[in-house]
T-cell receptor, first 115, second 111 residues
Framework: KQEVTQIPAALSVPEGENLVLNCSFT??????LQWFRQDPGKGLTSLLL?????REQTSGRLNASLDKSSGRSTLYIAASQPGDSATYLC??????????????FGQGTILTVHP | KAGVTQTPRYLIKTRGQQVTLSCSPI?????VSWYQQTPGQGLQFLFEYFSETQRNKGNFPGRFSGRQFSNSRSEMNVSTLELGDSALYLC??????????FGQGTRLTVV
């Protein structure tokens, strides 16, 4: 059974800092890994998708890496801003027919960036 | 292009009633998945539909059911509501299992 863990559970940083969010998963047989952002009471916004054959993806100030063999992914946020404050969720899609459409989520990292 | 649309956004129901939630996926996406999000359990997978067929199901009681129509729109139904069913219900659509896109969710409150 796939399990996803995110560390830290919460993070508070001053504006401008570079920061790293961590995600680990127990089953390396994944199809892809996705990072999401969730604002309070809202849906999930997809930030980055990494296919199992890829090592990293970048979008603006965000960079996500994937080490499938060790079961780890990191989300790097450069020059953080107050508008980055949200909950960040990591989710994996397992390979194989029994995993159709089933993302397994971590518990999330609550990020607060203060001015 | 239009994103994933969920209706209604908010619902208040009484214990024992039933409820139907709707999800319209992104045009061209045939896979629709449903999730329940609660503070204690986080995001949990309910089921996935593809071309009107349920391909996968999570560990939820039979009170939770769903269906998908020929236009890929999906509905989920919860019968005999319990207080513990209060949650944010999220729908996601994807193209053949690639990147998942989520709607804004339906907030269900059971009183």
């Amino acid at each position: 059974k796939q399990e996803v863990t995110q560390i830290p559970a919460a993070l508070s940083v001053p504006e401008g800092e570079n920061l790293v969010l961590n995600c680990s998963f127990t089953d390396s047989a994944i199809y892809n890994l996705q990072w999401f952002r969730q604002d309070p009471g809202k849906g999930l916004t997809s930030l980055l998708l990494i296919q199992s054959s890829q090592r990293e993806q970048t979008s603006g100030r965000l960079n996500a890496s994937l080490d499938k063999s060790s079961g780890r992914s990191t989300l790097y946020i450069a020059a953080s801003q107050p508008g980055d404050s949200a909950t960040y969720l990591c989710a994996v899609l397992n390979a194989g027919g029994t995993s159709y459409g089933k993302l397994t989520f971590g518990q999330g990292t609550i990020l607060t960036v203060h001015p | 292009k239009a994103g994933v649309t969920q209706t209604p956004r908010y619902l208040i129901k009484t214990r024992g009633q039933q409820v139907t939630l709707s999800c319209s996926p992104i045009s061209g996406h045939r896979s629709v998945s449903w999730y329940q999000q609660t503070p204690g359990q986080g995001l949990q997978f309910l089921f996935e539909y593809f071309s009107e067929t349920q391909r996968n199901k999570g560990n939820f009681p039979g009170r939770f059911s769903g269906r998908q129509f020929s236009n890929s729109r999906s509905e989920m139904n919860v019968s005999t509501l319990e207080l513990g069913d209060s949650a944010l219900y999220l729908c996601a659509s994807s193209f053949e299992g690639f990147e998942a896109f989520f709607g804004q969710g339906t907030r269900l409150t059971v009183v």
